[in-house]
C-alpha cells in the first residue's frame, strides 16, 4: 500500500504560505490566550488537592467507639473475595463476637479493586483517602493491622483485649447453658 | 505477525538489495512514540520505510488464563490492565459477558449510569489520542492541553468510582454504587468547558496547515483493507464503513439515546483524527441525553455469593474507544471460567500497520502509529 | 586607574584580546541559561504549567542547577563510536557560536572585534555549526543519530541560501558589510524594518532562523517523537550541555543579528543602548519561542521544498528589488 504523496496535486507554494502563515497566526491566539490564563498545576508536595470521599486509597479497619473494638469480626469474606490473594487474618475467638488478633495486608499485590469492602458485612474493611504509599523497601508494602486499624496500636490492644473479655464472658455464660441441657 | 511479502514488494525488496542492504532500525521496545512497548523493525532506504515487522508481547501477562484460575467476579479488575485508557469499557465487557453467560437482567438505572462513564471514558481516551498524536507531530503543546481537559473528566470519575485509571466500577448485574450526590451538573459544568476547549484545539491544531500537510493523504487505508485485516472503531470508520457496535448491536441504553457515527471516506490519518474528534462531539451529546434522561431506581441485582453460571458459552462485544472489544466465555457450571478470550481491538488494528508504512517517510511512521491509536496493554494482554 | 588599565592594555594587545575571548567565551556559557530559563517559563505559561518554581525565586537557578548537574554526570561514549570526531563535534558548534558572538555589536563601541566584512564573517562561521552536527550525527554510531545528523545537514543548508540572500537585501540597502556600519545607518535613517522590501526579508530571515536554531515547525533534527532525541542521542554530561548551550546561545545569537540588521541594533530613546539590544533580543526570543509552542513540525521533504521552492525564489525576487530600490 503505497502511499500517495501530495506532490502529484497542484503544489502553489504562494497559496500554502499564506495559508500556513495565517493559521499559524490563528494557532498562536490560542496559545496567547491561554499564556495568561490561571494555570492548571497543583503544586503537589505543597499544594493537595482534597480527595472525594470514595477515593480508593490506603485501607483501614474501621474502630468501633461505642464497643470498645474494631468491627472486623475475622469471617474471611474480604479475603475470599480478593482475586489476588492480599489478606490473611488470624481470629480471635469464636461466635458473633469473634475478632481479629492480625490482619495483614500484602499491599504490593493489591489491584484498589474495592472488592473487599464491598464483600465486608460488618462496616469492618473500607478505603481512606490516603495515597502516598509508593516505598523504597518491599517489606513497606505489607500492612500490618497496627498500621492498618483506626486509632493504631492502642486500638489493636483494646480491641483485643475487649474481644478477650467477651469471650471470657460467653465462655462464664455457656458452661451453665451447657450444664441445664446435660 | 509478520506479514507476507507480496511478489511485488519482493521484487522492490530485491531491487533495494542489490543498490544497499537498507538500513535496519528498530524503533522501540523503548521509543518515545510507540506508546508502550510496541517494537517495530523497520528496513529503511533513507527516510523510505521498506518493510515493518511489528514484535508484540513486552508486556504479556497471561491474563486470560490467570482469568480461568478465579471466580467469575474476580476477573473483573484484571481487566482495568487490559486497556488502561480505557478500563471502563474493559469493565463493561467482560460484565456483559458474565452476565450473558448467567442470565443476569441490569436494572435500568444502572445501564444509564453505564453509557454515561463510557462516554465519560471515552472522551478522557480520544484526549489522549489527542494529546500524544499532537506530540508525536511535534505539537507539544496540544499534549498538555489534551491532558488538561482529560485532568477535569478524571476527576469526574474518580469522584465517582474512586479510582482515576484502574476504575473498576461495573459489577456483573450494575454498579457497585449510585451516582454521587450532584454529580449530574458537574458533568455538565465540565461539557459546557469542554465545548469550549473542542473550539480551541480545532483552532490550535484542526486548522493548521502544517497539521494538514503533515496528516493529510497519509496512511491511507482503502475499505477494502480495512475490512480485510478485520479492523474496528475509528479506524474503519474513517474507511468509510459507518460501523459502530453502538449501532449495529445496541448494548445497555445506546438504542434509546440519539447519536450519529462519524464516517469519513478518506482513510488517512487526517480521516482518523477527523472521526475521532466528532466522536467526542457525539459523546458529549449522549451524556447530555443520558444525564435528562435517567430513571431513578436500583444499580444492582443481587447475585449468590457464589456466582455459577449454567454451562454454555457467551460473547459479548462492545465500542470501546479503540473499537470492537470482545469477550467471549465459556462456563462449565463450575464457579471459574472454562475459557476466557479476548478480542482486543488495538491488535487487529494494528496488525495493518506493516502494509501502511511501506513506502512513507520515517517522520509518518509517527502520524500513522499515532492515528492508529493501540494500547499495548491490550495487544499484548 | 582605568587609564592604567587601558594603557596596560593597550601595550600588551595580546592580552587584550585574550581578556576579550575569555568574556565572549563566558558570555556564551552563561547567555544560555537566561535564554533556558525564559523558554522554560514561556513554555509552561503557554501550556498552562507554572514552570520552574523551587530552585531560586521563580526558579531562576534551575538552569544552573541542571548545568551542574550535566557537569557531574558520567561522560559516556558509545562503544564504535568514531571517538575524534564524537569528541570534538560539541566544541566545534560552540566555539561556531562564540566566534558569531565576536562581532556583535551590543552597543555603540560595545563589539569584540570591529570587523568590516562582519556579514560574511557571520555566515561563515555559522556554517560551522552544521559541520558539527553532522559530525556528532556520523560519529555517534547510531542511527537514530545518523538520521538527524543528515536531516539537519539538509535542512541547514536549504535554509542557509534564503538567509543569507535576506541578509544581502539590507548589505545593499545600507551599502556596509559591517554590524556596526549597518546599525549606524539605521541610527541615521530610521529603522530598515519599515523598507518593504526589507520587511519581507525580514520575515524569511524569521523563518529561516527558526529552521537554523531548529525550533518548531522546523525542529526536524532532534524530533524527539521520531529520532528520540536526533544528532546528540548518545551524548551526555558535558558535551551534552555544549550542544545545549550552543543552540540556546545562538538562538540569542541569531536574534541579536536580526535586531542589529533590521530593527536598529542599540538605537532607541531614553534607555541606554545595551538595554535596547537586550529588550529587543528578548522579544524577540519570547516570539521565537511562541511560536515554537504552537504548530506541529514538518516532514523533511515538505520543509526542503517549502525552502527551494518558495524561500529562494522569493528572497532571490526580493534582493533584486532591495538593490533597484536601495543602492542609491
Known amino acids: 500500500m503505497r502511499t500517495r504523496q501530495p506532490a502529484t496535486e497542484q503544489y502553489n507554494p504562494l497559496a500554502v504560505f499564506i495559508e500556513g502563515l495565517s493559521t499559524l497566526f490563528y494557532g498562536m491566539l490560542v496559545t496567547w490566550r491561554n499564556f495568561w490564563r490561571p494555570k492548571v498545576t497543583v503544586r503537589y508536595p505543597y499544594q493537595r488537592k482534597p480527595m472525594p470521599p470514595r477515593y480508593r486509597g490506603l485501607f483501614y479497619l474501621k474502630w468501633n467507639e461505642e464497643k470498645q473494638r474494631l468491627n472486623c469480626v475475622g469471617c474471611t469474606l474480604c479475603a475470599q473475595a480478593c482475586p489476588t490473594d492480599v489478606i490473611s487474618m488470624v481470629k480471635l475467638g469464636k461466635g458473633t463476637n469473634a475478632g481479629v488478633s492480625e490482619f495483614t495486608m500484602d499491599l504490593g499485590r493489591c489491584l484498589f479493586c474495592n472488592l473487599c469492602v464491598e464483600a465486608c458485612p460488618f462496616d469492618a474493611i473500607y478505603m481512606g483517602p490516603a495515597y502516598e504509599l509508593a516505598s523504597e523497601r518491599r517489606d513497606a508494602a505489607l500492612f500490618r493491622i497496627a498500621d492498618l486499624a483506626q486509632g493504631g496500636e492502642e486500638a489493636v490492644r483494646t480491641n483485643i483485649e475487649t474481644v478477650q473479655r467477651l469471650m471470657a464472658e460467653e465462655e462464664k455464660a455457656r458452661p451453665a447453658a451447657g450444664g441445664h441441657a446435660g | 505477525m509478520s506479514m507476507p511479502v507480496s511478489p511485488e514488494k519482493q521484487s522492490t525488496l530485491s531491487t533495494v538489495d542489490i543498490l544497499s542492504q537498507g538500513m535496519v532500525i528498530n524503533v522501540g521496545p523503548q521509543h518515545p512514540s510507540t506508546h508502550g512497548v510496541l517494537r517495530l523493525i523497520l528496513t529503511l532506504d533513507g527516510e523510505q520505510i521498506l518493510h515493518c515487522e511489528p514484535v508484540i508481547g513486552y508486556l504479556h501477562r497471561g491474563l486470560e488464563k490467570m482469568m480461568e484460575r478465579r471466580p467469575y467476579r474476580h476477573n473483573v479488575p484484571f481487566t482495568d490492565r487490559l486497556d488502561y485508557l480505557a478500563a471502563l469499557s474493559n469493565n463493561l465487557g467482560i460484565c456483559q459477558c458474565i452476565e450473558r453467560l ?280 | 586607574m582605568i587609564e592604567v588599565v587601558v594603557q596596560f592594555f593597550r601595550d600588551y594587545p595580546l592580552l587584550w584580546t585574550f581578556v576579550k575571548a575569555v568574556v565572549l567565551a563566558s558570555f556564551t556559557l552563561l547567555i544560555p541559561l537566561a535564554v533556558i530559563w525564559v523558554e522554560r517559563k514561556v513554555a509552561g505559561f503557554i501550556q498552562s504549567r507554572l514552570g520552574p518554581l523551587h530552585v531560586g525565586p521563580q526558579g531562576t537557578f534551575q538552569t544552573v542547577a541542571d548545568a551542574l548537574k550535566l557537569l557531574l554526570k558520567e561522560d559516556i561514549v558509545p562503544s564504535g563510536a568514531d571517538k575524534r570526531f564524537f569528541y570534538i563535534a560539541p566544541y566545534i558548534a560552540f566555539i561556531s557560536t562564540v566566534l558569531s558572538f565576536m562581532v556583535l555589536p551590543f552597543a555603540p563601541g560595545w563589539v569584540a572585534l570591529e570587523m568590516n566584512v562582519a556579514v560574511l564573517f557571520v555566515i561563515g562561521v555559522s556554517l560551522f555549526n552544521v559541520v558539527s552536527i553532522l559530525m556528532a550525527g556520523w560519529s555517534s554510531n547510531n542511527k537514530y543519530s545518523l538520521l538527524g545528523g543528515l536531516r539537519a545537514v539538509a535542512q541547514l543548508l536549504s535554509y542557509e541560501i534564503p538567509m543569507v540572500l535576506s541578509v544581502l537585501a539590507v548589505v545593499f540597502y545600507t551599502g556596509s558589510l559591517s554590524l556596526t556600519g549597518i546599525v549606524e545607518y539605521q541610527v541615521k535613517h530610521g529603522w530598515l524594518i519599515w523598507q518593504p522590501p526589507i520587511m519581507i526579508a ?19 533534527p532532534e524530533a524527539e517523537s521520531e529520532l528520540v532525541s536526533g544528532f546528540n542521542t548518545e551524548y551526555s554530561g558535558m558535551r551534552f550541555a555544549f550542544f545545549f548551550a550552543s543552540e540556546f546561545a545562538n538562538n540569542f545569537f541569531i536574534t541579536a543579528f536580526a535586531a542589529a540588521l533590521f530593527f536598529g541594533g542599540w538605537d532607541g530613546p531614553i534607555l541606554p543602548p545595551i538595554v535596547w539590544t537586550f529588550l529587543k533580543v528578548f522579544v524577540m526570543i519570547f516570539v521565537f519561542m511562541w511560536v515554537r509552542w504552537t504548530p506541529p513540525r514538518l516532514r523533511i521533504d515538505q520543509i526542503l521544498r517549502f525552502a527551494w521552492q518558495f524561500l529562494v525564489p522569493v528572497s532571490l525576487v526580493n534582493l533584486l528589488f532591495a538593490i533597484v530600490l536601495g543602492v542609491r
Open chain 3, 202 to 220: 525580514a520575515l524569511i530571515y524569521f523563518i529561516c532562523a527558526l529552521a537554523e536554531i531548529n525550533r518548531t515547525p522546523f525542529d526536524l
Open chain 2, 102 to 381: 448467567g442470565g443476569v437482567e441490569v436494572p435500568e438505572r444502572a445501564q444509564y449510569i453505564r453509557v454515561l462513564l463510557m462516554e465519560l471514558q471515552r472522551i478522557a481516551s480520544h484526549l489522549v489520542f489527542l494529546g500524544t498524536f499532537g506530540t508525536d507531530l511535534g505539537a507539544t503543546t496540544m499534549f498538555l492541553y489534551a491532558f488538561r481537559e482529560r485532568e477535569l473528566v478524571l476527576d469526574l470519575l474518580e469522584e465517582c468510582t474512586g479510582a482515576r485509571l484502574t476504575y473498576n466500577w461495573i459489577r456483573v448485574g450494575g454498579v457497585p454504587d449510585d451516582l454521587p450526590e450532584g454529580f449530574g451538573e458537574k458533568v455538565l459544568g465540565f461539557v459546557k468547558t469542554f465545548r469550549q476547549r473542542l473550539e480551541e484545539y480545532d483552532q490550535l491544531l484542526t486548522r493548521n496547515r502544517i497539521f494538514r500537510s503533515r496528516t493529510q493523504g497519509i496512511g491511507i487505508l482503502p475499505k477494502e483493507l480495512a475490512l480485510a485485516y478485520g479492523t474496528s472503531g475509528p479506524v474503519i470508520r474513517a474507511s468509510g464503513m459507518a460501523y459502530d457496535v453502538r449501532k449495529a448491536a445496541p448494548y445497555e441504553v445506546y438504542d434509546r439515546v440519539e447519536f450519529d457515527v462519524p464516517v469519513h471516506e478518506q482513510g488517512d490519518v487526517w480521516a482518523r483524527y477527523l472521526v475521532r474528534m466528532e466522536e467526542m462531539r457525539q459523546s458529549i451529546r449522549i451524556i447530555e441525553q443520558v444525564l435528562r434522561d435517567i430513571p431513578d431506581g436500583p444499580v444492582q441485582t443481587k447475585l449468590p455469593k457464589v456466582f455459577k453460571p449454567p454451562a454454555g458459552i457467551a460473547y459479548s462485544r462492545i465500542e470501546s474507544p479503540r473499537g470492537e472489544l470482545s469477550f467471549m466465555m465459556v462456563s462449565d457450571g463450575s464457579p471459574n471460567p472454562l475459557r476466557v478470550h479476548i478480542r482486543a481491538p488495538s491488535f487487529v488494528n494494528l496488525s495493518v500497520l506493516p502494509s501502511l508504512l511501506e513506502g512513507t517517510k520515517v517522520a509518518d511512521l509517527v502520524a500513522i502509529l499515532g492515528s492508529i491509536d493501540v494500547v499495548l496493554g491490550e495487544i499484548d494482554r
